[in-house]
């Protein structure tokens, strides 16, 4: 996989090791996730509530994972533009499910806190795939031209302002895994909008 990355660099290209680290933490919880699903009985009142909150989630949870699966596939195949589009189906999907239909955490549920956490690194995750996937197929080599830069440090701080600590958290790495695999200027600018996106949401969640 690290090859076909070297291979197709553009200005969202992060460093790929970032990428590999956040899988690999998000993945414990997915097995956790998975486990507690096992594990709850349906027919036990005292656990229903609490299995209801992870099988809402399930059918994203599938469809997210299944997209990754069939990703890799086109993407060691080199077919950038065809792995783009599960990249797009899994990010826009785990979006929609975190602003439409996730419901408040509740900290005295286990599943409400895991599938907040499972469901928000996925939206998360999903965005720097986004990015990266659609930078290379379709810009390969490119620069980052002036409207990129104004219209990244935009989206990026609306989306802090509009996430809790999790969804923006995860912003916050995505920005530091670009800045890293990118130089210059770019990268500069790319680190302060971390630092930004950092600040918007601790002041916003510390608000709270």
């Not at 993407?75 to 189906?89: E, R, Y």
């Not at 975190?98 to 907040?116: G, Q």
């Amino acid at each position: 996989m690290k090859d076909v990355n070297d291979q197709n660099v553009s200005f969202f290209s992060p460093q790929p090791f970032f990428i590999g680290a956040f899988f690999s933490m998000q993945q414990l919880f997915q097995v956790y996730w998975l486990y507690r699903l096992w594990k709850l009985d349906f027919k036990n009142p005292g656990e229903r509530a609490e299995l209801e909150q992870q099988v809402d989630y399930a059918p994203y949870f599938t469809l997210g994972n299944l997209c990754i699966a069939a990703w890799m596939v086109f993407w060691n195949s080199s077919h950038l533009a065809i792995s783009d589009i599960f990249v797009n189906i899994n990010t826009f999907s785990q979006i929609f499910y975190m602003v439409a239909k996730l419901p408040p955490m509740d900290t005295r549920s286990t599943s409400s806190i895991v599938t907040h956490i499972v469901s928000k690194t996925f939206a998360g995750i999903g965005v720097l795939d986004f990015l990266h996937n659609g930078s290379i197929a379709f810009f390969k080599d490119a620069p980052a031209t002036m409207p990129i830069r104004v219209l990244t440090g935009i989206g990026f701080g609306l989306g802090s302002a509009a996430s809790d600590w999790i969804f923006g958290g995860c912003l916050v790495y995505d920005l530091v895994a670009i800045a890293v695999g990118q130089s210059g200027s770019w990268r500069t600018l790319l680190g302060a909008y971390a630092v930004g996106s950092a600040a918007i949401v601790g002041a916003k969640n510390f608000a709270r």
